[in-house]
């Protein structure tokens, strides 16, 4: 019996998933989220991948077909997105940066463009072992018809995924 707790318990270590996020509050007025994710890169390349977002933000998740990404690391800097047509959306605008460690960004991303919503959504690096941690949080308040609870898990997901795409991103640059 123990040798197949043993067994089981390590095929869980072994296929757990790369990132580790959670929704830490929801309420009507807001919410938490965020989470973790080990990168086998050092931080100057996580640095450097995570302030390029239109290398592995998804194209599925842009208000544009065939749009760019871009972020001005200037505070009060644009996170922008360009359609090939001229059409624009600032997503976040930049509020702190700590070259190579700490990234704070301001705004409303996605669909809380349009609500009377608006959050933090802060990067933090961490060298460990030969690679880094990336952990991060979006705490987001404010006001939405029926509340905003019920957007804190699809915004988890949304960003957990575009952090799982920046790992496989980095990590394939070896």
Not at 18 to 23: I, K, N, Q, T
Request: hydrophobic share 40%; with cysteine; aromatic share 6%.
């Amino acid at each position: 019996m123990s040798r197949r707790l043993i067994s089981t318990a390590a095929l869980l270590v072994l296929t757990a998933a790369p990132a580790h996020a959670e929704v830490k509050s929801a309420t009507p007025g807001g919410f938490e989220v965020g989470g973790s994710v080990a990168i086998n890169a050092p931080p100057a390349r996580v640095w450097t991948a995570l302030t390029a977002p239109d290398d592995w933000w998804s194209r599925d998740h842009r208000w544009f077909k065939g749009s760019t990404l871009s972020l001005d690391l200037a505070p009060g800097g644009c996170w922008c997105e360009q359609a090939q047509d001229g059409r624009v959306s600032r997503h976040l605008e930049t509020a702190l940066v700590d070259p190579g460690s700490r990234l704070v960004l301001r705004g409303g991303l996605g669909p809380l463009q349009g609500q009377g919503a608006s959050g933090g959504l802060t990067f933090d690096i961490k060298a460990e072992g030969a690679g880094s941690v990336l952990t991060w949080s979006y705490i987001v308040g404010g006001y939405t018809p029926g509340g905003l609870e019920g957007w804190a898990a699809p915004v988890d997901n949304v960003l957990s995924a575009q952090l799982a795409n920046l790992k496989t991103r980095v990590e394939a640059a070896d």
